[in-house]
């Protein structure tokens, strides 16, 4: 096996059908849009997992500026500084679309996390994404354009090269989370949604669909001197 492929539990791993096995899938809660599952500055004593929904991260400033930090769907981990010693929040997660979480203590995940191999392998390699991803993401912020930053977050919000199939739907979000998750303006995300839907790269209308054809933005060499 190439060093490069993940172990093979984690392929053969089902997350939701051992928490299901467990009885810890019973445990799961329902929200509605718009409400928040924690607070910034609120108690870190738990992880949860997306069984259905969205959800979107933010942190406020002193000086009352918010900005996404991320947006997780079906199938991600979220909270998981409970288990390196975090003892508040330091951001505010609030669903996006109606969805199911489930809140797992944070010593129940432990005890899980030690017991359970593939459960641990997988929340590994989870936690290991999102470390690169934030690190692509400051990369992002730091060298390109606003247009090629918008592109790639749409492309990582369809969860590109993961799933199979030409276009994927994307979570309802507004162009100012849009815009404060690319950091750049409203105007700036509008003008280029526009662009990307002329070109054929997303359908916009109600919901979001992105095609792959939409890649060609990110690999594009040359840049849009705004930031």
Do not use: W
């Amino acid at each position: 096996m190439s060093a490069a492929m993940p172990p093979k539990s984690l392929h053969s791993f089902d997350v939701e059908a051992f928490l299901h096995s467990s009885g810890l899938a019973r445990k799961a809660h329902d929200y509605q849009a718009a409400s928040t599952v924690y607070a910034q500055g609120g108690p870190c004593d738990a992880v949860y997992f997306i069984q259905d929904g969205s959800v979107r991260l933010s942190v406020l400033s002193p000086g009352g500026k918010e900005a996404v930090v991320g947006v997780l769907v079906r199938g991600d981990f979220f909270g998981e500084g409970a288990l390196a010693g975090q003892p508040l929040r330091l951001a505010t997660a609030t669903v996006m679309t109606p969805s199911r979480i489930l809140a797992i203590p944070k010593r129940q995940m432990i005890r899980l996390l030690h017991q359970q191999h593939a459960l641990s392998d997988r929340f590994i390699a989870h936690m290991l994404a999102r470390n690169t991803r934030l690190e692509d993401d400051l990369i992002d912020q730091l060298f390109n354009a606003s247009e090629k930053r918008l592109a790639r977050t749409l492309l990582l919000l369809a969860r590109f090269g993961k799933a199979k199939g030409p276009q994927r739907v994307l979570p309802r979000m507004s162009q100012q989370v849009l815009a404060e998750m690319v950091g750049t303006t409203r105007s700036r995300v509008n003008f280029f949604m526009n662009k990307f839907r002329k070109l054929g790269f997303i359908e916009y209308n109600g919901t979001l669909t992105v095609h792959d054809s939409l890649l060609s933005v990110v690999l594009h060499s040359d840049h849009d001197q705004e930031h």
